[in-house]
């Protein structure tokens, strides 16, 4: 016991001597701040009512979320699709490439009442690094009492991925699935071949940043969109033609 009690308070010691007092004491302070405001926004969550309007929704994400919660898209797209998916008030979800949340929030909001929303996301992952665990309880937060939400933290290129993707669903289908996680045309492809096969008849497939990208960015979207849209019913939201990265890409099956 005092063995312990005295390792402990040595390693206290080095850990001070290294970073300094007032280093551990900003950093301490800055994780309690960020416990107390998740906290916060997720009671918040808890009390937002359902069928709210959609730009109340996209103020409450930029203004009030205090950082935690902002999307990684254009306003005037997202909104759109937004406009668009609700209308089928899709029952199953995948959201490929989740970060900070605020599109699996969103797409919670607009689903059914019963809704099966997937999220799959890779820690670490690049085009925006995935989330940390303690934001679990947060994602769990966005769902209706009704609602189910899965968090699968994983590479969506794994086989195994597909499968848990696949088990959660059982027999149905999906009436929804964005794809907004690796935008390499590698990344991009596989993720279409391997989940787009589970959309139901009438359902979308919606595909980010489709625009054209700044030549030194590692997106490849537009490229693969343009390849495959004509086989579709495909609807483009592009804000400004000029545009460089952004952009949503819809797909229907062509009846
Ligand atoms: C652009 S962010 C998603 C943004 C989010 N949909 C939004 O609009 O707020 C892309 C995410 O895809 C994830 N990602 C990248 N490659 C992946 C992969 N192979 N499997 C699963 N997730 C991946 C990254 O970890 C990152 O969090």
Known sequence: MFNILNYSVKSIMDKIREEGITSIFKRTFHRIKKLFNLIILIHRIKKLKPNLN??????FLYLESKGMLIPFQNRYEILKLLKIVKKIKPKFILEIGTAKGATLFLFSRIA?????????DLPGGNFGKGYPKWKIP??????????????????SHAIETLNRVKSVLKSNRLDFLFIDGDHSYEGIKKDFEMYSPL?????IVSLHDIAD????????VSKFWNEIKEDYSYTEIIEDKNQKGAGIGILKRKI
Do not use: H, M, Y
Not at 54 to 59: A, D, K, S, V, Y
Not at 213 to 220: A, G, Q, R, T
């Open 112 to 120: 059914a009442e019963d809704a099966v929303i997937i999220s799959v």
């Open 199 to 203: 959309i139901d008849d009438n359902g």
């Open 138 to 155: 947060l994602f769990k937060s966005f769902t209706f009492p009704k609602q189910k939400i899965n968090l699968i933290r994983a590479n």
């Open 213 to 220: 990208s700044p030549i030194e960015s590692k997106i490849f």
């Open 54 to 59: 959609l730009n109340f929704l996209l103020n």
